[in-house]
């Protein structure tokens, strides 16, 4: 069975940066949506990032645009989430999940995960 290990949670000031990476065990990162979400306390889980491992295509939540990155290395089968310009409203639990691809895209929407990871945490300070 697929597992995903997160790590990189921190705590960081307002502008400050991290980088979450997602080790998945097996051949997750071929052709398969991969992406972050991120849940912060009495929010709903929501989606922050998204690659198709097949073309490398991202998505990225309006939230997130700009200021984050998504990539992989494939070889090592390492997902990455480069976070920069942090601020207070980014803090939260970040997951990172394996998705569904539907109709030839891949999506934000949690419903579509197979496979979570057991989250990392993220405080930015003002």
């Known amino acids: 069975q697929v597992q995903l290990v997160e790590s990189g949670g921190g705590a960081v000031q307002t502008g400050g940066s991290l980088r979450l990476s997602c080790g998945a065990s097996?051949?997750?990162?071929?052709?398969?949506?991969m992406g972050w979400f991120r849940q912060a306390p009495g929010k709903e889980r929501e989606g922050v990032a998204v690659v198709y491992t097949g073309d490398d295509s991202t998505q990225f939540a309006d939230s997130v645009k700009g200021r984050f990155t998504i990539s992989r290395d494939n070889a090592k089968n390492i997902l990455f989430l480069q976070m920069n310009s942090l601020k207070p409203e980014d803090t939260a639990m970040y997951y990172c999940a394996i998705i569904v691809r539907l109709g030839g895209a891949c999506s934000l929407s949690r419903s579509l995960v197979t496979t979570w990871g057991q989250g990392t945490q993220v405080t930015v300070s003002s």
């Open positions: 097996g051949s997750t990162l071929r052709s398969n949506c």
